[in-house]
């Protein structure tokens, strides 16, 4: 920055930040940032301008800036916040400094815009970095989340595995839920497996397509695969779109596809309450 | 009285804030379960044909009013490679990604009213109604 320009701009820090403030103020009526306590609002706002200005002796100085944007993130202040605060301090900036000097001249003027420009668009470069780079985290670690959550696969008892299926299914997820799905007959040893789509809001074909290539899949490794938690909307509009899902068992509840995977599997619960009546019956009679 | 309203189909996630939207307006409208289920599938066959094969449009709700019903008209359209033979992907298991092929007809049957234009290399729209029982 030129030595003239610098020095009108720092001798003078107090009043452009004041302009600025007031600018500012003025658009924050009726605005996103109305629910900010006031005091909050300005001790931000002395902050930022200080930060601008601090950045012109030392634009290298980058943590100070990247802790003032930690905080703004971390107060869940939109990013037009600060996007909307450096344009207004560009132009409070050029109008002041355009009235200070004494010449206005076509190449003066370029001059000028271009040293603010270069004091201010860095700024807003790294602010915005670190604002969508902080988004882009939570995106991810969501995305992570999601996944865990996507395909799992619970032995209940030795050969019947159940996999409940909540939330929408995608290709990525229909991808895992294959995956998760065929590995997981092959180490937990299943006979049966019981696919719960209770918590599916939508079975469209593209579902349907993914489960009956699932089903498929576990009947080629020589289990069963029943279907279960078809909710009579969902059983309406499979019968609508003409999906023909005559080739595997299916349930209306979990509860009634478990009994059928015990019968196949050759077990059936039993009902302690008997014997113990038995054992009541033979000891009265033994009296 | 007419409500207007759409969601742009570019991601695939898009479908499914597509048939949120639906449900939503489908809820309001005074449908069913089963009906509001079926206007979600229906959507969500137009939105997925849409994020296939034309990867950016979009889908128009309205609610429309006649004298003795209200209902809820859906339209999907695309300015993707269009449909060659309109009378084939009309049909059960024509398919050209590899699906099931019952997406079109699906629709059809899942809604009152149904409507397909589409011209080779210009685009496509559908167009589906569903009235209040």
Known sequence: MPEVLRRIVLEHSDEVAAKWLKEIAEKRKGDYTSSISTELYESTNREFVNNIFASIDHPDEIAKLDAFAERIINLGWPLSYITDGLQSFRRVTIDFILTESSSVETVEFSKILTVVDDWVEPIIKQLVNQYSGNWEHTVSLQRLALQELSAPLIPVMENITIMPLIGTIDTERAKQIMENLLEGVMKHNSEVVLMDITGVPVVDTMVAHHIIQAAEAVRLIGATCILVGIRPEIAQTIVNLGIDLSNFPTKSSLRKGFQSALEITNREIVNLDNSTNDMTDILDSLK | ?133
């Not at chain 2, 479908?15 to 289920?37: P, Y």
């Not at chain 2, 859906?74 to 449909?83: F, W």
């Open chain 2, 1 to 133: 009285m007419e409500i207007k309203s759409c969601v742009k189909i570019r991601k695939e996630w898009d479908i499914v804030s597509a048939r949120q939207m639906g449900r939503e307006m489908a809820k309001e409208l005074g449908f069913g379960t089963v009906d509001q289920a079926r206007i979600a599938t229906a959507i969500s066959e137009l939105a997925r044909n849409i994020y296939l094969y034309a990867e950016d449009g979009q889908i128009d709700y309205e609610v429309i009013t006649e004298v003795n019903r209200r209902g809820i008209k859906i339209t999907a359209h695309d300015n993707g490679p269009g449909i060659e033979d309109l009378g084939r992907v009309m049909e059960d298991g024509y398919s050209t990604s590899g699906g099931l092929g019952a997406g079109l007809p699906g629709v059809k049957r899942l809604m009152n009213h149904f409507d397909l234009q589409s011209e080779p290399g210009k685009g496509t729209t559908v167009t589906a109604i569903k009235w209040v029982r």
